[in-house]
C-alpha cells in the first residue's frame, strides 16, 4: 500500500480565490479552468496571470479544450489548443491538462503529439477522455510512448471506488513510467480508502459549495450555473472541504 504521506492532492478550481485555498491547505497542484458544470473549459489569460502571480508553493496547471462535448476534435481546433499552449507557456504556467481522441475513440496519436510539441518542457496531463476511449489499455500504452506526465482517470467510473481496480491495475502497469492520478468523487471521508484500494500517488477532486444567488425578482428568468441547486447561484471551492481533503491524504 502506498504511504499516505506521499500523496500528492491537485485540486480543480475556477478562481483566483481557488487558488489561494488550495495553497493554504497544502494542495501540490491546481487545475485551473472554468465551466466545470460542463466537464471543464478554459480560463481566460487574465485569470491564469492572477493564479500564477497567486501561488508560490502550489502549481498551477490549466485545462485546454476548445469547447464543450465529446473529445473528438478536428483540425481547427487542435490548431487552436496549440496556440494556447504556446501562450500558457508565456503565462508562466507549471503544465497544461489535454485530451485529444481520433474518430474510432482511440487516443489520437498525432494531435496528442501535436500538443505535446508545443508544451516544451512543461508538464502534461491527459485528462478524462481517458475514460470514453475504446480501448484503455492500448490508450495507456499509447499515452507512455507519447511521454504523458501523468493520467487523470476515474477508472472509467463515474466514483473513483467503483473504478477502483481498473486505477490499481493501471499504476501497476505505468511502473513509475507516469502518474496515475484518481478522480472521481474524491473527498476527505473515502481518500485513504481510495489510497488503500489503487496505490496510487495523487489525488484529484474538484472540491464545491454552491452559493446562494440574488433575488430575481417577478420572473422567470434564471441566469444561475448549470446544475446549482434550486435557490443558489453557482460554485465556488470548499475551503473547509480542501482541507479536509489535504489532511486526509497526508
Do not use: K
Not at 487558488?19 to 491564469?48: D, F, H, N
Not at 434550486?230 to 479536509?244: I, L, M, Q
Amino acid at each position: 500500500m502506498t504511504d499516505a504521506r506521499t500523496v500528492r492532492v491537485e485540486i480543480g478550481v475556477e478562481s483566483v480565490a481557488g487558488v489561494r485555498i488550495a495553497e493554504a491547505a497544502g494542495a501540490r497542484r491546481v487545475e485551473l479552468c472554468t465551466g466545470l458544470s460542463v466537464g471543464g473549459l478554459p480560463p481566460g489569460a487574465a485569470l491564469v496571470e492572477a493564479a500564477v502571480a497567486a501561488a508560490t508553493d502550489t502549481e498551477i496547471h490549466v485545462l485546454v479544450r476548445p469547447r464543450p462535448g465529446d473529445f473528438r476534435y478536428n483540425d481547427d481546433e487542435v490548431a487552436l489548443m496549440r496556440s494556447d499552449i504556446a501562450h500558457l507557456r508565456e503565462l508562466g504556467v507549471h503544465g497544461v491538462v489535454v485530451g485529444v481522441l481520433d474518430e474510432d475513440g482511440n487516443v489520437d496519436t498525432g494531435a496528442n503529439s501535436e500538443l505535446l510539441a508545443a508544451a516544451g518542457g512543461m508538464e502534461v496531463t491527459f485528462h478524462r477522455a481517458f475514460n470514453v476511449c475504446s480501448d484503455p489499455y492500448g490508450g495507456f500504452d499509447r499515452l507512455l510512448e507519447l511521454g504523458f506526465t501523468r493520467l487523470l482517470t476515474s477508472g472509467r467510473q463515474v466514483s473513483v471506488l467503483d473504478g477502483a481496480s481498473l486505477i490499481a491495475r493501471l499504476v501497476t502497469l505505468a511502473d513509475d513510467r507516469i502518474d496515475v492520478m484518481a478522480c472521481g468523487g474524491v473527498r476527505a471521508d473515502n481518500a485513504r480508502r481510495v489510497i488503500e484500494l489503487t496505490n496510487v500517488r495523487d489525488l484529484h477532486a474538484a472540491v464545491r459549495i454552491p452559493v446562494p444567488g440574488l433575488a430575481q425578482g417577478e420572473t422567470d428568468v434564471d441566469f444561475a450555473e448549470f446544475g446549482v441547486p434550486r435557490g443558489f447561484d453557482h460554485f465556488e471551492t470548499d475551503a473547509a472541504g480542501v482541507a479536509a481533503l489535504c489532511e486526509a491524504a497526508r
